[in-house]
């Protein structure tokens, strides 16, 4: 029975396993696969890195509780994080790689770094 190649349209026959026409049309069909998570996957870091360096910022600046409207407002992402859980009583601790922060009811946002020393 006839297939259609994914990559290049083709038709062609062979083993009912085969998914390809040709070996160059499996490779090029991953690599561009590979290409796409890999796009993905910085796109995510970049802003990881962004945030980080911000809440990093932040506590060298000595406010390690600001208003999540002023980093909001310096591009500051809350839809992307590393980990995030929730204890309760109390708000949900999210972490950017070793920085932790949590929001309060009243909008603020309070930041620990691990990896940060206040005498740096
Ligand atoms: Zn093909």
């Not at 962004?50 to 060298?60: C, D, E, I």
Request: aromatic content about 10%.
């Amino acid at each position: 029975m006839a297939r259609l190649c994914p990559q290049c349209g083709a038709s062609f026959q062979g083993r009912s396993d085969k998914r390809f026409c040709s070996d160059s049309c499996r490779c090029d069909f991953h690599n561009q696969q590979r290409r796409a998570q890999e796009k993905e996957l910085r796109t995510v870091n970049r802003i990881l890195a962004a945030n980080w360096r911000l809440l990093l910022q932040q506590l060298r600046l000595g406010r390690p509780d600001i208003p999540a409207a002023e980093l909001a407002a310096q591009d500051f992402n809350f839809a992307v994080y590393t980990a995030s859980r929730r204890r309760f009583p109390g708000p949900r601790t999210y972490w950017c790689y070793d920085c932790a922060y949590t929001v309060d009811r009243a909008g603020i946002v309070h930041i620990s770094c691990s990896g940060y020393r206040n005498n740096v």
